[in-house]
T-cell receptor
Framework: AQSVTQLGSHVSVSEGALVLLRCNYS??????LFWYVQYPNQGLQLLLK??????LVKGINGFEAEFKKSETSFHLTKPSAHMSDAAEYFC????????????FGTGTRLLVSP | DAMVIQNPRYQVTQFGKPVTLSCSQT?????MYWYQQKSSQAPKLLFH???????NEADTPDNFQSRRPNTSFCFLDIRSPGLGDAAMYLC?????????????FGSGTQLSVL
């Protein structure tokens, strides 16, 4: 079965600093990987997705993620954090068994300080 | 414009008192999902509808039911809520459930059980 692991339930950065949120996946076949963001009291919004077209994927709000098969990773980065980036970030993988449901990681809360 | 709408935003019910959460969509998507998200945890898929076909996850308790009377609406019924059912309930849609599709989420309903 497909799964993702997010390292670090909380990440704190200063405004303007690099953001790095880690995600590792487990899959026996080439995966479809996603990053979603959840702002307080809101639903989830897609940031970006990997679908094998390109290993470096650019998303909204200046975020990008790089698919590294050798490391089974799909880490999310942003060069310069903004206060508005403070949110919960979920990595997810599309299951390839039965109906291809989305399986989420446990999330990483990003805290941005002035 | 809101595309996946969940009502109410906050719902309080009593232990054992049936409660219904609603979701509507203006996207004309074939697939509608219900996720349960407990505090500081990953969203967990309860079930989904592909058109009129209901698909229950194996570990979804019998206490949780769903109805989809038409394409636009989907309901989550909790027959006898327990304290452990307090969570955010997220409705999501997708066009056809294929591998690289993104899900569109509503803002969620926060359920409290007293």
């Amino acid at each position: 079965a497909q799964s993702v692991t997010q390292l670090g339930s909380h990440v704190s950065v200063s405004e303007g600093a690099l953001v790095l949120l880690r995600c590792n996946y487990s899959s026996s076949v080439p995966p479809y990987l996603f990053w979603y963001v959840q702002y307080p009291n809101q639903g989830l919004q897609l940031l970006l997705k990997y679908t094998s077209a390109a290993t470096l994927v650019k998303g909204i709000n200046g975020f990008e993620a790089e698919f590294k098969k050798s490391e089974t990773s799909f880490h999310l980065t942003k060069p310069s954090a903004h206060m508005s980036d403070a949110a919960e970030y979920f990595c997810a993988v599309r299951s390839n068994t039965g109906f291809q449901k989305l399986v989420f990681g446990t999330g990483t809360r990003l805290l941005v300080s002035p | 414009d809101a595309m996946v709408i969940q009502n109410p935003r906050y719902q309080v019910t009593q232990f054992g008192k049936p409660v219904t959460l609603s979701c509507s969509q203006t996207l004309n998507h074939n697939v509608m999902y219900w996720y349960q998200q407990k505090s500081s945890q990953a969203p967990k898929l309860l079930f989904h509808y592909y058109d009129k076909d209901f698909n229950n996850e194996a570990d979804t308790p019998d206490n949780f039911q769903s109805r989809r009377p038409n394409t636009s609406f989907c309901f989550l019924d909790i027959r006898s809520p327990g304290l452990g059912d307090a969570a955010m309930y997220l409705c999501a849609t997708s066009r056809s459930g294929t591998e690289n599709e993104k899900l569109f989420f509503g803002s969620g309903t926060q359920l409290s059980v007293l």
